[in-house]
């Protein structure tokens, strides 16, 4: 019944270590969306890849890197964690057209030690 | 760039009474999203709205699109313990690569049983 599924629900990393956190959506859509929410704050968008094209946000950070090698999954790889990137991350969806919804995952939340 | 403002910030309320929020933004929007969301859980897409001058209702939810494309509200009635959650407006402008949520600050709800 999953529509927009993300893995791990919580990650534990340390300071500067490598990160990959996994999304992966049964809706077949086109368009794949991570955002970073901090607490108590909207949700902000890193990038989205529109199939296999990648579209990088003016301000995210070159720490923040993303990878979808098929329609179903993609990943938000963080090179470096800081402890400011500790956060929810959120993956989102929709269709490729431009009026249609997103619709989101449970987000993982991601601690920096 | 585009801004929401949205209100109240928070609301606390007894169950059963009736609630109210609102955005406003600085330019126009093609599409409205109204988003509820749980503590450690993704936003939830509650109401979307296409038109300007449209007025949905989900159960005792209901919302507008304004007429200027510039606002929007959300009403709910009768509200319930489980209404308690943070919630979101969001405009889109629709954009052929993929659309971009531009998100309010969110309302956080409260209800006492």
């Known amino acids: 019944d999953a529509m927009v599924i993300q893995n791990p629900r919580y990650q534990v990393t340390q300071f500067g270590k490598p990160v990959t956190l996994s999304c992966s959506q049964t809706l077949n859509h086109n368009v794949m969306y991570w955002y970073q929410q901090k607490s108590s704050q909207a949700p902000k968008l890193l990038f989205h890849y529109y199939d296999k094209d990648f579209n990088n946000e003016a301000d995210t950070p070159d720490n923040f890197q993303s990878r979808r090698p098929n329609t179903s999954f993609c990943f938000l790889d963080i090179r470096s964690p800081g402890l400011g990137d500790a956060a929810m991350y959120l993956c989102?969806?929709?269709?490729?057209?431009?009026?249609?919804?997103?619709?989101f995952g449970p987000g993982t939340r991601l601690l920096v030690l | 760039g585009q801004q929401l403002n949205q209100s109240p910030q928070s609301m606390f309320i007894q169950e059963g009474e009736d609630v109210s929020m609102n955005c406003t933004s600085s330019?126009?929007?093609?599409?409205w999203l109204w988003y509820k969301q749980d503590p450690g859980e993704g936003p939830v897409l509650l109401i979307a709205l296409y038109k300007a001058g449209e007025l949905t209702s989900n159960g005792r939810l209901t919302a507008q699109f304004g007429t200027t494309r510039k606002d929007s509200f959300l009403n709910i009635s009768a509200s319930i313990p489980s209404d308690v959650g943070i919630y979101f407006c969001a405009g889109q402008l629709g954009e052929t690569s993929g659309s971009r949520l531009t998100f309010g600050e969110g309302t956080q709800l409260t209800v006492n049983p």
């Open positions: 989102a969806t929709s269709r490729v057209r431009a009026w249609e919804t997103q619709y």
């Open positions: 330019s126009i929007f093609n599409t």
